[in-house]
């Protein structure tokens, strides 16, 4: 049924809250910055993107939809509720629909590439203890997020940080019965994607997001993502490069993917993780951490439970709020404004602003595009 063709009595109309300005251009729709018109609360509108009307409302919104009502958490963002404009003669008789979020002032990934942005060890520990009791709660209720990066982590301007995106969101279980699960592999960014979705694993579960917090630690000090993979090949590379050949010596039963054989997997290459991360992070415990969130066996792979009990967020200096930093940097820190790193670049369209994080899966539809050149290699 085509959606202008109902009424949504529950439903207010967008026109409640006055647009102040568009903030993102994610995949599935546009972002803006808007104040409710009574309360002067400031939210923001992502709107549903209606690509294929004759299916009705897209199936991947009503999943964020559903996902994100069940999920109420301090550290995972807030759906206030969902409003549409009436179907007029202005949009050829087609209402769309909008989610209304709490607003968050700040994307990580818009801070990171900030030079004048600068967290202390205490700020990143108070980051990454935020991440990860999001991460906790969202698995203990069964959800996958499948899109972890940096720009899908905001934070409010008090310091809080919100776990966002749920656009490729899913429930799981684990399996009864010995029956595998096979869920759809095409999901993660690729620079963020685990080996084990790289290799093709249909019965993925926790750790695909537990692999995205250990690449966005990471960046908490390098500022650039760590793994920048052209190619899903180039991905599984790089990988090795970092956390060692993938191998049964070190990931019992890796041989049974197909991809296994399929892939050119780099042999004899040795794990480096801690050695090539040392000169940026130089606190013990962080290296650790990262080095127990970059395992390459997923049932290896630290939860975010042990990871919560590591001595990296019991040790000075202790988490250290982020409301102090954060409010001496007033102007607008997303990804999708922040200005481009290097001078040169300073055309960077909001297309290249976006590209900088990395290619998607095929879920999102989006070509495979080379790395952006301002964006710092690493390595
Ligand atoms: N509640 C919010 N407050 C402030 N900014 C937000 C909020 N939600 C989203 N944004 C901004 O909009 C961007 C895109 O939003 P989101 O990731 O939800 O959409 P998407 O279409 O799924 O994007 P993508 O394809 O880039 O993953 C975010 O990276 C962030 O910069
Ligand atoms: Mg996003």
Redesign the pocket.
Known sequence: MATSNLDFPFCHDVGKYERITKI?Q??FGEVFKARDRKTGRLVALKKVIMENEKEGFPITALREIKILQLLKHENVVDLIEICRTKPTQFNRSKGSIYLVFEFCAHDLAGLLSNANVKFTLGEIKKTMLQLLEGLFYIHRNKILHR?M?A??VLITKNGVLKL??F?LARAFSFTKSGQANRYTNRVVTLWYRPPELLLGDRDYGPPIDLWGAGCIMTEMWTRSPIMQGHTEQQQLTLISQLCGSIAPQVWPGVEKYDLFQKMDLPKGQKRKVKERLKAYVRDQYALDLIDKLLTLDPKHRIDSDEALNHDFFWTEPLPCDLMNMLSQHKTSMFEYLAPPRKPNHAQGSSAQAHARHGPHGAVAHQQQQPTDPSYDRIF
């Open positions: 993102g994610g995949t899109d990066k720009a899908n966002a995106d656009g």
